[in-house]
């Protein structure tokens, strides 16, 4: 009987891994389409001008990246 529950566990594991890796790229893509909208917006307020390179709104390169990436 344990026998049974370690090998459906097993079969298990990877399923639950691709599903939580799926969840955190989907989240990535959400933020990044919220960055995204929110600066359309930004430009639309702004007589069509971008916000400024080192503006806060913008964050730092390690605040954009996705944590799901590989990061090198």
């Given at each position: 009987?344990?026998?049974i529950?370690a090998?459906?566990?097993?079969?298990?594991?990877?399923?639950?891994a691709?599903a939580?890796e799926k969840a955190r790229?989907?989240t990535?893509?959400?933020n990044q389409?919220?960055?995204?909208?929110?600066?359309?917006m930004y430009?639309?307020?702004?007589?069509?001008a971008f916000?400024?390179?080192?503006?806060a709104?913008?964050?730092?390169a390690r605040?954009?990246?996705?944590?799901?990436?590989p990061?090198c």
């Amino acid at each position: 009987m344990i026998a049974i529950i370690a090998v459906l566990a097993a079969m298990l594991f990877p399923v639950f891994a691709k599903a939580r890796e799926k969840a955190r790229t989907n989240t990535c893509l959400n933020n990044q389409r919220q960055i995204a909208l929110a600066v359309l917006m930004y430009v639309q307020d702004h007589d069509e001008a971008f916000p400024p390179r080192d503006a806060a709104v913008m964050g730092s390169a390690r605040h954009r990246a996705c944590p799901a990436a590989p990061c090198c």
